[in-house]
């Protein structure tokens, strides 16, 4: 008797289990990738659909489909397909103002007991023609380029980088090119220095920032000057910027341990009763939750209207110093914000940003 109870409960397990198998589903796609070759950006979209079945036993619901970026839409079927019903996935990718190659993903989670299924597209957008215009916005007299602007971007006081800007001459003579003398920590050349029509030139800079002396963004107009004409140089200006940091590469993990650290208190300060071309006060706290002295090297914001007072000596571990500044808000009405930026000593944030905002009234 006790046998027969035995097997009555292990075929009434069995039977439980088979139907638990039986009742589940199982997407199978047809292909999980689709090269769509190449595609010319004018397209502006090319969509292809992922056709699959389910065959297993049991209502497949597809229950959300992300794609890997915001360029790619996947549509899917919201109602569950049954046991051996067809179905598909429709992607379609966005190819303007994305020339190039690209691979996408597309991962679509389900009811099924397994992982979620990933599907790809793949392809190159050809880039459509464009103008002289287009592609040289900015005009300097016989010259066009992309930028006015170069940016060498975090630099640390070691550091020696190179950057270059392209310039066409759009004028039928031949145009000559240089730069005037350039402060001892930039190098600067134009080759080739006389450009024949419809050519191009690169204007390349090398930045040695260990012969800079100042922290954080640091910026330089340079002038071109074109075919010897001085006077018009004043129009012809480029902007180079870096932002130079404390150099930390040589540290051992020992000193990186006992290096100083910042934290401030709070990271938004918030100012109330800010009125027009009124000077407004305020502060924030800054503790040094390290092992060594910490320093605050330099503050600034993109806004010439706030004015930070740092202090002169080093912040001692696991000591906090109040950092007071001055708002000078303008007639602007409204709601502002800004962002001060504080170069410091501190391996593991050498820039250390507060936000600041507030709102001008009458």
């Not at 796609?29 to 079945?53: D, L």
């Not at 402060?183 to 204007?203: C, R, T």
């Not at 100012?271 to 706290?285: A, E, P, T």
């Amino acid at each position: 008797m006790k046998k027969l109870s035995l097997l009555a409960f292990s075929v009434l397990i069995s039977l439980i289990c088979f139907a638990q198998e039986r009742g589940k589903p199982v997407p199978v796609f047809s292909e999980q990738s689709f090269n769509f070759g190449r595609i010319p950006e004018e397209a502006g979209k090319v969509t292809h659909e992922f056709m699959f079945t389910n065959q297993g036993d049991g209502p497949l619901v597809i229950q959300q489909v992300i794609a890997s970026c915001g360029c790619t839409t996947p549509v899917w079927p919201k109602e569950p397909i049954p046991p051996g019903g067809h179905a598909s996935i429709r992607v379609t990718y966005s190819t303007i103002d994305r020339p190039g190659m690209f691979d996408k993903t597309i991962t679509i989670y389900n009811n099924s007991n397994k992982n979620p299924v990933s599907l790809h597209i793949t392809g190159e957008v050809i880039q459509k023609p464009v103008s002289i215009e287009q592609a040289y916005p900015q005009v300097m007299g016989p010259l066009r380029m992309k930028s006015r602007f170069i940016s060498f971007g975090n630099m640390t006081t070691q550091g020696t980088k190179t950057e270059q800007i392209l310039i066409l001459n759009v004028s039928k003579a031949p145009v000559e090119v240089s730069l005037e003398k350039l402060p001892p920590y930039l190098k600067g050349i134009v080759v080739p220095s006389v450009m024949q029509p419809n050519s191009e030139a690169a204007v390349i800079f090398s930045l040695n920032s260990a012969m800079l002396h100042d922290w954080g963004i640091h910026s330089d107009e340079i002038p071109l000057i074109v075919n010897h004409d001085k006077a018009a140089s004043h129009d012809n200006i480029l902007t180079l910027t870096v932002n130079r940091l404390e150099d930390f590469t040589h540290l051992t993990p020992a000193e990186r341990k006992n290096a100083p650290a910042i934290s401030i208190i709070p990271g938004e300060v918030r100012l109330q009763d800010v009125k027009q071309n009124v000077m407004k006060r305020g502060s924030f706290i800054v503790k040094n939750s390290g092992a060594s002295p910490l320093l605050l090297l330099k503050a600034f914001s993109d806004c010439d209207c706030i004015k930070t007072f740092l202090p002169k000596h080093a912040i001692a571990p696991q000591k906090e110093e109040t950092v007071r500044f001055e708002l000078t808000p303008g007639i602007t009405l409204g709601d502002r914000f800004e962002t001060l930026n504080i170069i410091t000593n501190a391996p593991s944030a050498p820039s250390k940003q507060v936000h600041i905002s507030w709102e001008t009234v009458k």
